[in-house]
Structures are given as structure tokens and as C-alpha cells.
């Protein structure tokens, strides 16, 4: 996101284990709904350790609702990302079922 010039104000983790990242901080739920519960959440692709139904789960208790999740910005960041993650015939099947 950042090397498309998309504003990026942080990242958010269940139990944080460093204060930040390439200069921007990293918060637990609670740290982010209080200072910005508005936000934006974009769940990242590489959350190995949580299944995604248990983050979406986190981040709605955390009273979050505008959630984005890797499928829904694949296509903005495909380039990048390149086939590693979705390849398109895979990601067809997520977005329209049925195709």
C-alpha cells in the first residue's frame, strides 16, 4: 500500500510484540479503537497464526465494521503480489461463485 502512496496510519495486532514498523506503530484492538475507531482495518494477506473468521470476529468486538479483506484489494496490489497468493482462476472462485 505504501509503494502505491496509499496513506497507511498503522497496523494493529492481537498482542503487538514490537511498538512498531517501518516508522508507523503497531497497536493492540482496544489502543485502536479507542484512538481511531473509525478506522479503515485492510486484513493482511499473511496472517498465518489467526484464521481470517477469528480476526473478522476480533476486529467487529473491537466495534470495527469497515473491513477489507485480501480478496477484496487483490486486484489493486495483484502486480506486486504476483501469483503467489491467488493465482486468477483460484481467486475467480472466491469472488463469483458459480463462474
Partial sequence: MLGR????????????????VLGLPI?????????????QIAIGILNRGMPYDQLLQIAKQAGFTDLLMPWDTY?????????RFWPRSHRCGLVTPGR
Fill in 27 to 39: 497497536v493492540d484492538w482496544a489502543a485502536l479503537a479507542q484512538k481511531a475507531p473509525n478506522a
Fill in 5 to 20: 502512496g496509499i496513506q497507511v496510519a498503522g497496523f494493529v495486532e492481537t498482542s503487538p510484540q514490537s511498538s512498531g
Fill in 75 to 83: 486486484d489493486k496490489f495483484a502486480k506486486e503480489l504476483g501469483w
